[in-house]
């Protein structure tokens, strides 16, 4: 149900319930949840979250992966195609912990990502939401190929995020694909 995925340095494997651990402490820190949740989660909230990434890919037939650095295993956060009920569209997501940012790992998982929608999924277009605050992940954003667009209102985890919606066409991607 879960394929892995490897670009030249990560992993994009299935859930294990020994992740929780790792991702506990991700979502412990507030500074790697302000633009996803808004503060810190408790460990039982990464464990829904877990539970919740495990269980989008029985029912959508995607979802997101842990990400797994190859060199030595460890785990440096999440990322996928995301869309419950009411999404705006089919969103390509990440969440690093933040010891991994600006190390390249969020744009190359994301493009593996964007690539992995667009070969398996009919869609004309995947997205991204972004923070106006979040410049890093715009960034990843635009190295994936995406634009920004207009500005969105998501309720999320109880929270109203404001946000862009980031995204690319099928076009635009047949037309700057690097597929491995």
């Known amino acids: 149900m879960f394929p892995r995925l490897e670009t030249e340095r990560l992993i994009m494997r299935e859930w294990r319930e020994g992740d929780l651990e790792v991702f506990a402490k991700i979502f412990a820190d507030a500074e790697a949840m302000r633009f996803l949740t808004g503060t810190a989660m408790s460990r039982v909230d990464a464990w829904r979250f877990m539970a919740n990434s495990a269980g989008h890919w029985y029912l959508r037939g995607y979802g997101t992966w842990v990400l797994e650095r190859k060199s ?28 991994y940012w600006r190390q390249g790992y969020a744009t190359e998982a994301a493009e593996a990502t964007l690539n992995y929608g667009f070969l398996t999924q009919g869609v004309d277009r995947l997205i991204s939401l972004i923070d106006p605050e979040n410049k890093p992940s715009q960034a990843v954003a635009r190295r994936i190929g995406e634009t920004q667009g207009p500005e969105y209102s998501l309720d999320f985890m109880g929270h109203t995020h404001h946000c862009h919606i980031w995204s690319i066409t099928r076009e635009e991607w047949r037309k700057r694909a690097v597929l491995p």
């Open 72 to 99: 030595d295993g460890a785990v440096l956060g999440r990322v996928g195609l995301i869309n419950p009920d009411g999404w705006p569209g089919l969103e390509v997501g990440w969440t690093l912990d933040r010891h």
